[in-house]
Nanobody, 124 residues
Framework: QVKLVESGGRLVQAGGSLSLSCAAS????????MGWFRQAPGKEREFVAA????????SYADSVKGRFTISRDNAKNTVYLQMNSLKPEDTAVYYC?????????????????WGQGTQVTVSS
């Protein structure tokens, strides 16, 4: 079992920046690929970013590429999402997820553990 707890979501103005954190506990964090997903009101959950178990590679949704950065610190059992140049369309609940594989990318079905989510609201 892996428990994930996101934090850092808040109201921010368009063009601003925000950093989300996801703290993991339970099994060995470094054994899991990690991902960030988001769900806006009335929309399906969508992939945002993913990172390999050792931080060796990352991938991003086209909508956030160049603006968001995913990273992880295995010593701190934490994965981060740095969000810059935020837009109103980035407003959503952001979830982190863990997959018991080396790299899961945008394959949502591979992610077995999910956090409760943190609300990000970007005002225009």
């Amino acid at each position: 079992q892996v428990k994930l707890v996101e934090s850092g979501g808040r109201l921010v103005q368009a063009g601003g920046s925000l950093s989300l954190s996801c703290a993991a506990s339970g099994r060995t964090f470094s054994n899991y690929a990690m991902g960030w997903f988001r769900q806006a009101p009335g929309k399906e959950r969508e992939f945002v970013a993913a990172i390999r178990y050792n931080g060796g590679s990352t991938s991003y949704a086209d909508s956030v590429k160049g603006r968001f950065t995913i990273s992880r610190d295995n010593a701190k059992n934490t994965v981060y999402l740095q969000m810059n140049s935020l837009k109103p369309e980035d407003t959503a609940v952001y979830y982190c997820a863990a997959a018991p594989v080396s790299y899961a990318g945008r394959q949502e079905r591979l992610y077995e553990y999910w956090g409760q989510g943190t609300q990000v609201t970007v005002s225009s």
